[in-house]
């Protein structure tokens, strides 16, 4: 056996860009995917343990951050019934974790234009009749990684409340979860999403500022900047954004200005 072969069978793999990895010799732990059993570092993520274990992400990860949606997972633990649910990019392993991915699930999507549907609840009643199939069972808001009421906003629409709605769903990231668990085949977080695009289009009273800002902008008062941006290098563009002037942390809100106002 050469040398590189022996360095390569005494090197444990380890997988790169988590800062969660062990060093070597750490412990690892027996997970399930898809049913088949690897042996992973125990302070992965799942998805950071599915890499590990030699899984590549074509989809089913995206932000990796816990915001896109883009990576639901459903796992078991040994000897247990029950069905967790969470997310690959920030939930940990565990040992005797029985897990899947789901990607993607196959929810209906109804076709609008949002100037066209009007602000009215029955616009949302007509677009997604299925909302009058919950039969309140909660497994909805069970499955949520994110802890949203989903059984309280679809309550809330069918009684015609669309602002409890759009507030309710606000922490939604629309990873589908709640319609795989579905009883009544709703596609809640599509629902939920144009809920929020109702309340926002006929509901919210427009900003007073926007007009301002909107029309500044009409005006081409931005122009000359973005010309800057536009012929700036990635280096010189990378350089702005590091010193740009940002807001301290936990300043009081309207309490901070930037020293440059020229654009404000
Ligand atoms: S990859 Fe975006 S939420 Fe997990």
Redesign the pocket.
């Known amino acids: 056996m050469c040398e590189t072969e022996q360095k390569k069978q005494v090197t444990p793999r380890v997988a790169t860009g988590d800062r969660a990895i062990l060093p070597e010799g750490a412990k690892t732990i027996p997970v399930y995917i898809m049913g088949k059993k690897y042996e992973v570092p125990e302070t992965l993520t799942i ?1 950071k343990a599915m890499e590990f274990a030699g899984f590549h992400f074509l989809r089913g ?11 639901p997972t459903v796992y078991r633990m040994a000897g247990d019934y029950k069905l967790h649910f969470g ?4 939930t940990v392993v565990a040992a005797d974790m029985y897990l899947a991915q789901i990607p993607f699930f196959p929810a209906n999507r109804a076709d609008y234009s949002i100037d066209e549907i009007g602000g009215l609840p029955e616009a949302i009643h007509a677009l997604y009749p299925e909302i009058f199939r919950c039969v309140a069972c909660n497994q909805c808001t069970k499955a949520c990684p994110m802890d949203v009421d989903v059984l309280g906003y679809i309550s809330a629409l069918k009684q015609g409340n669309i602002e409890k709605a759009a507030k309710l769903s606000f922490d939604c ?1 629309q990873c589908g979860l709640c319609a795989s668990r579905c009883l009544g085949e709703i596609p809640q977080y599509h629902v939920a999403q144009l809920a929020r695009r109702v309340y926002g289009r006929y509901i919210l009273p427009n900003a007073e500022h926007l007009k301002a800002r909107t029309a500044a902008i009409e005006s081409g008062y931005y122009d000359k900047m973005l010309d800057e941006l536009e012929k700036m290098s990635k280096e010189e563009l990378e350089k702005r954004y590091v010193e740009r002037e940002r807001e301290p942390d936990f300043a009081e809100v309207g309490s901070w200005k930037p020293e440059e106002t020229r654009y404000l």
């Open positions: 998805m990860a995206g932000c990796r951050g816990g915001i896109c949606g883009a990576c997310l690959a990019c920030q990231i």
